[in-house]
């Protein structure tokens, strides 16, 4: 059995992203922007946005808890000077009517999918529509290497939309390759058990010295959980008179 593209994929993963370079810029088609009411309810929105390299200005790490734990999902989200975000989240990609099951990804059930997306969809969704605890965690990084990082996970997508791989729950899921993505950025980091943790990255990320360490890991989970800043938000992330993505970063930094 080999990995495929051409199933009947559920909504949230039906899209692959293609990007081209116009007039200086990245043009991304198949953004996904999804309106949320319930976990059942959603307007599907696939678009098309531009960004340019030079206007990249952060990285953040999201952790998102579906379950309490070191068991979590993790994805970048890339900003920048606009206010905008992007974020890209390495995940399952589920047929239709096809449940997930930790075990069944260790033996070649699901592909691999790259979801590229606004935030008003993709942390939206599990904060507000998933009940998941999300933090954002912002990353150290030089400007260059946040925009190699962005080239990169392009290139990733471009080879999965051309080989599509296996995702695999031990060696090839969102935190392993993302240490991947990073390691072709930065050249190599130290790896240990958390990397296959994901829930426990912010613990790895105060010990390389990639959050303050004025602030213990309890104490930066307490400034970076974006729940409470969301829990307000009954009609949707577009009914706020600040950006979405503003919100949830208040006292962040």
């Known amino acids: 059995m080999v990995p495929r593209n051409d199933r ?23 953004v996904r922007n999804f309106i949320w009411h319930t976990p059942d309810d959603y307007q599907v929105q696939w678009e098309t946005r531009r960004y ?32 905008e975000h992007l974020a890209f989240s390495l995940e399952v990609r ?10 069944g990804g260790f033996f070649r059930q699901y592909e691999l999918a790259l979801v590229v997306g606004d935030e008003n969809d993709v942390i939206y969704a599990r904060t507000n529509i998933r009940d998941e605890d999300v933090y954002i965690y912002p990353i150290t990084m030089q400007k260059n290497e946040m925009q190699i990082l ?81 829990e307000h938000l009954k009609n949707g992330p577009d009914d706020l008179d600040i950006p979405f993505s503003k919100l949830i970063r208040q006292d962040i930094r």
């Not at 340019?52 to 999902?73: K, R, W």
């Not at 589920?94 to 075990?103: N, V």
């Open 150 to 230: 962005f080239l990169e996970y392009l290139n990733k997508a471009n080879r999965l939309n051309n080989q599509p791989r296996w995702y695999n729950t031990l060696v090839s899921n969102c935190t392993t390759i993302l240490f991947d993505l990073v390691e072709y950025t930065v050249g190599r980091v130290p790896r240990d058990y958390r990397v296959v943790l994901p829930g426990l990255l912010p613990e790895y990320l105060h010990d390389y010295g990639q959050l303050a360490p004025s602030l213990t890991v309890e104490e930066w989970k307490q400034r970076n959980h974006v729940n409470p800043k969301t």
């Open 8 to 30: 009947q994929w559920q909504p949230e993963v039906d899209k692959i992203i293609q990007y081209q370079f116009v007039d200086g810029q990245v043009e991304i088609q198949n």
């Open 52 to 83: 340019s390299l030079e206007d990249i200005n952060q990285v953040d790490l999201i952790v998102s808890h579906f379950i309490p734990g070191p068991v979590a999902h993790v994805f970048m989200s890339f900003g920048f000077k606009n206010g």
């Open 94 to 103: 589920q047929e239709k009517d096809e449940g997930f099951s930790t075990i």
